[in-house]
């Protein structure tokens, strides 16, 4: 049904390939920019949740 209502809209091939260009660019770009992370500021973050309850907790005594 899907690849019948396809084929009637003149042009699909285009945007399929458009659309499938798109995805694979934006994660191809995210996975370089995990890859050139600055790795103190991902050891930052990822310690994050735990040092802000630890914050929490010493405002409150």
Do not use: C, R
Request: proline share 3%; net charge negative; glycine share 4%.
């Amino acid at each position: 049904m899907f690849k019948q209502f396809i084929s009637t809209i003149p042009g699909a091939d285009n945007y399929m390939i458009f659309s499938l260009l798109t995805f694979f660019t934006f994660f191809v770009l995210v996975g370089v920019y995990l890859i050139w992370m600055d790795k103190k500021h991902l050891l930052e973050m990822e310690q994050m949740p735990f040092n802000e309850g630890n914050k929490l907790n010493e405002n409150l005594k």
